[in-house]
Nanobody, 122 residues
């Protein structure tokens, strides 16, 4: 059973930064994509960023491009999401997930973490 555990959420003022982490229970993602998604109350879950486990390819939603950076530490089986210049509209529960294909569609991701709340105050 693969488990993903997010950490690093919290409350921050607009313009601030947070770094989220996603620790995998075992190294099974050598050929998979790791993604970050977010879901605000009353809204559909949306793609934020993804990365190949090797780190050779990344992709971002337009809304976070230039502000967020996804990275990974293979030795630690961990994926990170560095979030800078945060805005109130970034407020959501953030989830990490794993998929076997390079997709931005949350329905193609098989494994999910429990989520971590990010709240950005204005």
């Amino acid at each position: 059973q693969v488990q993903l555990v997010e950490a690093g959420g919290g409350l921050v003022q607009a313009g601030g930064s947070l770094r989220l982490s996603c620790a995998a229970s075992k190294r099974t993602f050598s050929n998979n994509y790791m993604g970050w998604f977010r879901q605000a109350p009353g809204k559909e879950r949306e793609f934020v960023a993804r990365i190949t486990w090797s780190g050779s390819d990344t992709n971002y939603a337009d809304s976070v491009k230039g502000r967020f950076t996804i990275s990974r530490d293979i030795a630690e089986n961990t994926v990170y999401l560095q979030m800078n210049s945060l805005k109130p509209e970034d407020t959501a529960v953030y989830y990490c997930a794993a998929s076997g294909i390079p997709s931005s569609d949350y329905r193609t991701y098989r494994y999910w973490g429990q989520g971590t709340q990010v709240t950005v105050s204005s």
